[in-house]
């Protein structure tokens, strides 16, 4: 099986208010257009983030866009008309695939990557939109399940809530969610407290995603002074593994994967080239510490890189090499995810991203292409 797991599928204006609770209508976030009709994500009447056109391999086109914007130029065209078919169409999409040559995609949120933070003052409003994507995901996707699996979005700020959550899209078949690499107000990810919701992950058959998103991120806002970007910041670009990796070694240090090991972690689209380090590190800082100090931080049962190894699962970009990494960390870890239909991923997924992994062995790259993908969905 060939399985792309980073595509992205785009909500359509109404997917939030169509889909939430009615008593939080009033606060449904919405794409509406400006005066000059342009489109924007909107929240409570204040315009959060410019709706982009994409295409993959050609980020400067987003770019000419946000010139004519900052002009005062009309739009050229309402965006549903400039918005291709297979982005937002899941039986397009599927016919996409067929082109492609891939059997099934993950899909991720598309505007639900630019909100969580920006929602974060009301947390009844950030869950009653969180449930209300999730809503339209399942309805969206329903009929598709054998080709296209949905990414839900979750906060694990509110326990009960989450855990509620959990279950209710494991009931519905969803077996991935996306889930912030960072601390949950002021708790690690670690925290004891938390333990009830990676019990719903795993009761569920659902796993955690790091990916790409508009949370609380690593770095001091200090680093972002002279940056007039509030979502994709430079720094955050350069800085992408950060996130992932510190949230890993919480979780592994600390002893989450000793607790469940039967819970799975996918991280997408936040690089991986960083991965034969970490568990170097990993491995090494955790010796350090123990000699010091006359033990671990925590009692482990298997070695801190072998948890990785076991229970994680990272998707490699094509231009990092993943031949590399392979050959450096083995055949169980990376998978193939093209970004797709984004600005920054590859235009033709499976010739595009096999031509990197030239030299692989096939029983390696069946791994990579699919399997080690469908091991995360527990298909």
Known sequence: ????????????????????????????????????GWPWLTWRGRQLYPVESQRPMHPEEVGEERVLRAKGAPAPAPWEDRLPPSYADPGVRVAQLDQFGVDASVLFPNFGLVWEDMLASDLGALCANLRA?????????????????GVAHVSLRDGEWAIEEIGRLGREGVRLAMVAPSPVDGRPLADPALDAVWAAFCDAGVAPVFHVGNFDGPLDRA??????????????SVMLWVAPAVA??????????????DLRVGVVELTAGWVPGFMLNLDGASDFYAA????????????????????????????EGPAYLVKKVGEDVFM???????????AHPRTDYEAALAGVPDSARAKVMGANAAWLLRL
């Open 1 to 36: 099986m060939i399985l792309d797991v980073d595509q992205h599928l785009f909500e359509p204006r109404g997917a939030w208010r169509d889909h939430i609770d009615p008593r939080w209508r009033d606060a449904a976030l919405a794409i509406e257009d400006d005066a000059l």
């Open 133 to 149: 994507y999730n809503r339209w995901l399942v309805d969206t996707l329903s009929g598709w399940s054998a080709r296209l699996h």
């Open 223 to 236: 680093w972002h002074a002279c940056d007039p970007e509030p979502v994709d910041r430079v720094l955050d």
């Open 248 to 261: 890993l070694a919480n979780l592994i240090l600390h002893g989450v994967f000793d607790r469940f090991p």
């Open 292 to 319: 010091r100090h006359g033990g671990p931080v925590k009692e482990l049962q298997l070695r801190p890189s072998e948890y990785l190894l076991r229970n994680v699962r990272v998707a490699a970009l094509a231009y």
């Open 336 to 346: 193939f995810g093209s970004d797709w239909p984004h600005a920054e991923g590859i």
